[in-house]
Nanobody, 123 residues
Framework: QVQLVESGGGSVQAGGSLRLSCRAS????????MAWFRQAPGKEREGVAA?????????YYAGSVKGRFTISRDNAENTLYLQMNSLKPEDTGVYYC???????????????WGQGTQVTVSS
């Protein structure tokens, strides 16, 4: 059982950076696989990045964000991060964090979801 709350969204210019945070509740946080998703206006939600449980040594990224975004976790603080660099207008959307005890990679089947934070990138 876990609750997720995202923060750090905002409006930035193309080429800028933003760091999203997702604070999780629950004493078994470190045992959960986690991921970031985003949804642009008029489009389906898509997986952005995923990270393994425990030490988070294994990560997975959508091709569109490889080399620009970095997913990480701080288990001591029960927090998931998404560092976004070299932002592009097409990165605009609502970003959600997700968690589950089963790793769905970038698939949509995670059990627990945050309510999202808006990211807007202007050209």
């Amino acid at each position: 059982q876990v609750q997720l709350v995202e923060s750090g969204g905002g409006s930035v210019q193309a080429g800028g950076s933003l760091r999203l945070s997702c604070r999780a509740s629950g004493y078994t946080y470190s045992s959960y696989y986690m991921a970031w998703f985003r949804q642009a206006p008029g489009k389906e939600r898509e997986g952005v990045a995923a990270i393994s449980s425990g030490g988070g040594r294994t990560v997975y990224y959508a091709g569109s964000v490889k080399g620009r975004f970095t997913i990480s976790r701080d288990n001591a603080e029960n927090t998931l991060y998404l560092q976004m660099n070299s932002l592009k207008p097409e990165d605009t959307g609502v970003y959600y964090c997700a968690a589950d005890q089963v790793w769905y990679l970038l698939g949509p089947s995670y059990r627990y979801w945050g309510q999202g934070t808006q990211v807007t990138v202007s050209s």
